[in-house]
Nanobody, 115 residues
Framework: QVQLVESGGGWVPPGGSLTLSCTAS????????MGWYRQAPGKQRELVAR???????DYKDSVMGRFTISRDNAKRTVYLQMNRLKPEDTAVYYC?????????WGQGTQVTVSS
């Protein structure tokens, strides 16, 4: 069973930047998607960005041009660089790996954007 450990959340003022990291407990083949979801209070969990080899990354429309997802397979780590953060980006961010129809989730890391 894959375990995912996230880090990098915190508080930033609007316009600030954060980088989230997620490291898997075992090797994830590059063809298997790794991604980031988020869940704000009272809302459903939603896809923020996803990456896998051979395809362009997928991004939620509202983060396009502000967020960048990347992956280091040797380190078993996926990153989410978040720039020009907005209050509406406030949420718990979850790392995700979907392998053979099974979703694996990290414990979540809180991102708060406020002045």
């Amino acid at each position: 069973q894959v375990q995912l450990v996230e880090s990098g959340g915190g508080w930033v003022p609007p316009g600030g930047s954060l980088t989230l990291s997620c490291t898997a407990s075992e090797t994830i083949f590059s063809s298997i998607p790794m991604g980031w979801y988020r869940q704000a209070p009272g809302k459903q969990r939603e896809l923020v960005a996803r990456i896998r080899s051979g395809r362009d990354p997928d991004y939620k429309d509202s983060v396009m041009g502000r967020f960048t997802i990347s992956r280091d397979n040797a380190k078993r780590t996926v990153y989410l660089q978040m720039n020009r953060l907005k209050p509406e980006d406030t949420a718990v961010y979850y790392c995700n790996v979907r392998d053979s129809g099974i979703n694996y989730w990290g414990q979540g890391t809180q991102v708060t954007v406020s002045s």
